[in-house]
């Protein structure tokens, strides 16, 4: 690649309840609209990295984990995504508050526990974590259930807290360092 072509990325996300997918679909709509090719595809699916030149991989984290759909891409293809660029991001933290009630960061607290795992297996240039949305209709019963418990709605807030323009943000960087490419 040569400064300033087009660079085919792949955007790859697996997502819980939904909130990780509109989250890739707005990754995938700021990359195409800075000029590069970017295809959208919901883990997991068989497939080869062969024909792109850089990935974008996003996971929901449930009770500090990726899905395992999203780990097991990585895992799967390591070789083919070390050998190019990998951004990856998880969406995850509810609520609109960057700090706890003890003072903790929210985003540190919801790190999914394959983090240095992942990091350590393919070298990403970056990995961001974004708050998630939570609608109770996309619950299972056992969520559902415990929502019912007031330390469960604390828990488990209803809403959409995704930040667009941080996301869009996010994008952008990607996008500048693919131009560079």
């Known amino acids: 690649m040569t400064g300033g072509s087009a ?3 792949l955007v790859a996300y697996a997502s819980r309840h939904g909130a990780t ?14 000029g590069h090719t970017a295809d ?12 792109y030149d850089a990935c974008v991989i996003g996971s929901s984290v449930y009770m500090r984990h990726w899905e395992k759909a999203a780990s097991s891409f990585v895992h799967d293809h390591r070789d083919g995504l ?6 990856l991001f998880t969406s995850g933290p509810l609520g609109d508050s960057e700090v706890d009630e003890q003072g903790n960061n929210v985003r540190d607290a919801a790190t999914p526990q394959e983090l240095q795992d992942l990091t350590d297996a393919i070298a990403p240039r970056e990995h961001h974590m974004f708050f998630g949305a939570l609608d109770p209709k996309t ?30 943000n996010w994008a952008k960087a990607i996008t500048r360092t693919l131009d560079s490419m």
Do not use: H, Q
Not at 40 to 51: A, D, K, N, R, T
């Open 7 to 9: 660079v085919k990325v």
């Open 21 to 34: 997918t509109g989250i890739a679909e707005r990754i995938t709509e700021v990359i195409r609209s800075g």
């Open 40 to 51: 959208l595809v919901e883990l997991p699916v068989s497939m080869s990295l062969e024909g």
């Open 82 to 87: 070390v050998a190019r660029p990998v951004w």
């Open 139 to 168: 619950l299972g019963v056992g969520a559902r259930l415990m929502r019912k418990l007031p330390a469960g709605r604390k828990l488990l807030p209803e809403g959409d807290f995704r930040d667009w323009p941080e996301i869009e």
